[in-house]
C-alpha cells in the first residue's frame, strides 16, 4: 500500500521498527544517577529503569526510617531523570514531537 508521496506502508513499518530497535539499545546504556540527604544516598538506574547500584554513607545507617526515605527519594529522582531523557531522546527523533503521558 503506498501513501501520497509515494511512502509504502512497509518500508513505515520497517522504518519505525528501526526506530524502536534503536531506542531500546540506547535506554539499556543511558545511565543516570541521583543523590539524597545532601550524598548520604547515591543511587544509579538503567533506561529501563533498573537499580545498577545505591551506595549509603556508613554514618547514615544509625538512622533506618531516615535512611529509607533518602533511599525512596534518590530512586524517585532517578526514575524521573530516566524519563526526562527518553521523552527528549523520543522527541528529538521524532522532530521535536511531545508526547504527554507517554513515561
Known amino acids: 500500500m503506498k501513501f501520497p508521496g509515494g511512502m509504502n506502508l512497509q518500508q ?13 539499545k540506547q535506554m539499556q546504556s543511558l545511565q543516570v544517577d541521583a543523590t539524597a540527604g545532601g550524598g548520604i544516598v547515591k543511587v544509579e538506574m538503567n533506561g529501563n529503569k533498573e537499580v ?25 529522582e532517578c526514575g524521573r531523570k530516566v524519563d526526562e531523557v527518553m521523552q527528549s531522546k523520543l522527541g528529538n527523533a521524532l522532530g521535536g514531537l511531545k508526547l504527554p503521558g507517554l513515561m
Do not use: G
Request: aromatic residues 0%; without cysteine; negative net charge.
Open 12 to 24: 513505515m513499518m520497517k522504518q519505525a521498527q528501526k526506530m524502536q530497535d534503536e531506542m531500546a
Open 52 to 76: 545498577l547500584s545505591v551506595k549509603i554513607d556508613p554514618e547514615a545507617a544509625s538512622d533506618v526510617e531516615m535512611l529509607q526515605d533518602l533511599i525512596l527519594a534518590a530512586v524517585n
